[in-house]
């Protein structure tokens, strides 16, 4: 049985940390595993490069968080410490960095996103004062990622942010592109098949489902069964958290995919190290039950079904990984939601032609009606004058 979460974020490069030198950054940027798996020195360099010049555009953008903000957070944290309910770690740790204005614009992001997903909660019992259990666990929750001060706040932002990093992607290398349109989407998968063959371990499950829905990521979608033809042969890793040294890849037939109704299908002879056999027992226990796959989009389209935008995605680029996953990549959806964005203009742009062809044909009766009418005036005028 399939138990399906899809969720999203863009595969992680390394980024720039906070008072790290540029050239602490270089040398972090050029070792890391990630980078080295997938790039050679030079392309690796350019991409290292690309990124702090991107972080000294971004920087430029304030993000100090406003009184209203700061007011929500502390506000939350100790409704939280009071009442013990509301919130996980993550949003403890967003509070705190709202307090101490330690705001990075990947903290932007996911702050927008969370509030996005979250503004179905304020319809909630408890959110509101007066009402019987405030504050709720969603309003404590709420507070914690700065609340309404928050949300219009972190829109304006991430605006402000996504406009910088279009403009750094134009002038990118073609390494820096590929990379930051990669996305992920992750499957909560029941039941995954563990076979055992001598000294041959194999996990059997499926990285994408197809002709589902996914959850809410601030549009919903569906990927359609020849979305990965002409992918099965690439270059791809069976990975942790699509991360680390690859555990099978297909170049040596130790990861094998494949397509069925359901979905895209894969099996891995899991390499007998300590990591592929502590993957083994965590998958036999059910303590991992997740898989996930990254990849990039070649075509797509999109549709409003029940006032819903919804994202059809019609073939793969490019498949990179397979993983086995312990929680749920983030839900930020960054590429997908820039697509939508580009379907949208396209519909308003094509909406407002159409107006202007109405405006046009509408002008054009009008004259026409005046021109009749003026006639006909004229006509009368003559036979009177008779």
Not at 54 to 59: C, K, L, N, Q, V
Not at 261 to 280: H, P, Q
Request: overall charge negative.
């Amino acid at each position: 049985m399939l138990l399906l979460e899809k969720s999203s974020k863009t595969m992680p490069i390394p980024t720039p940390k906070y008072n790290e030198s540029e050239e602490q950054f270089i040398d972090r940027c050029m070792i890391d595993e990630t980078m080295v798996a997938e790039y050679d020195d030079d392309q690796r360099l350019a991409i290292c490069i690309a990124q702090i010049e991107e972080d000294r555009a971004i920087s430029d953008i304030d993000l100090t968080p406003t009184k209203g903000m700061i007011e929500e957070a502390e506000k939350a944290l100790e409704w939280r410490k009071e009442f013990d309910r509301g919130g996980t770690d993550i949003g403890v740790g967003t509070a705190k960095a709202i307090i101490e204005n330690e705001i990075t614009p990947n903290r932007v992001k996911r702050i927008f996103s969370y509030l996005s997903r979250h503004e179905v909660d304020k319809k909630g019992e408890g959110f509101n004062a007066g009402e019987d259990g405030y504050p709720s666990a969603g309003r404590i929750a709420w507070g914690l990622w700065g609340g309404d001060a928050a949300f219009t706040w972190s829109e304006n932002k991430v605006k402000k942010i996504k406009m910088e990093e279009s403009k750094e992607l134009e002038n990118a290398p073609q390494e820096l592109r590929s990379v930051t349109d990669k996305e992920i989407r992750t499957f909560n998968v029941q039941d995954l098949e563990i076979r055992e063959e001598g000294d041959t371990k194999t996990v059997v499950g499926y990285a994408s489902v197809f002709n589902t829905l996914s959850n809410d990521m601030g549009f919903r979608e569906i990927i359609s069964e020849g979305a990965f033809e002409g992918r099965l042969n690439d270059d791809v890793r069976f990975l942790i958290n699509h991360d680390g040294l690859p555990l099978a890849r297909t170049t040596n037939n130790t990861l094998r995919l494949s397509t069925d109704k359901i979905g895209l299908r894969y099996e891995a002879d899991v390499a007998d190290t300590s990591l592929g056999r502590d993957l083994m027992e965590l998958m036999k226990n059910g303590t991992i039950n997740q898989s996930s796959f990254a990849f990039t989009v070649d075509d797509d389209s999109w549709e409003v079904k029940d006032g819903v935008n919804v994202r059809t995605i019609k073939k793969v680029s490019r498949l990179y990984d397979v993983s086995a996953v312990t929680y749920p990549a983030y839900e930020e959806a960054s590429v997908g939601l820039r697509s939508m964005e580009v379907w949208k203009k396209e519909e308003e742009e094509k909406v407002m032609k159409e107006n202007l062809e109405k405006e046009k044909e509408e002008r054009k009766k009008e004259e026409l009606d005046l021109t009749k009418r003026s006639l006909s005036e004229l006509r009368l005028s003559i036979i009177n004058k008779k």
